[in-house]
């Protein structure tokens, strides 16, 4: 059974910044991505950004230059740093640990939410 818990969210200015953080556990599996997806009300679910087990990164171009994912393998942990936040990126943040390859199925952690105020 794979859990995934998150937490970081909260409530900040424009210009701000937040810590998302999401913890995996149960069986993992040493190659997965993980990563953040992010749902505005009224929008659909929206890649945020993912991580590979080797380091390997991909990013939403809304994201590029002001979020960083990052992760702990020891921990099965994944980071998301939010810089410069605008209002538009206030949404619910749900952390994603993708074992398609190994299992053929994908975790969804239970949602954090994110509010930039101006």
């Known amino acids: 059974q794979v859990q995934l818990v998150g937490s970081g969210g909260g409530l900040v200015q424009a210009g701000g910044s937040l810590r998302l953080s999401c913890a995996a556990s149960?069986?993992?599996?040493?190659?997965?991505?993980m990563g953040w997806y992010r749902q505005a009300p009224g929008k659909q679910r929206e890649l945020v950004a993912t991580i590979t087990s080797g380091g390997s990164t991909n990013y939403a171009d809304s994201v590029t230059g002001r979020f960083t994912i990052s992760r702990d393998n020891t921990k099965n942990t994944v980071y998301l740093q939010m810089n410069s936040l605008k209002p538009e990126d206030t949404a619910v943040y749900f952390c994603?640990?993708?074992?398609?390859?190994?299992?053929?199925?994908?975790?969804w952690g239970q949602g954090t939410q994110v509010t930039v105020s101006l």
């Open positions: 149960g069986v993992i599996y040493s190659k997965n991505v």
């Open positions: 994603n640990l993708d074992l398609r390859s190994a299992t053929g199925v994908n975790y």
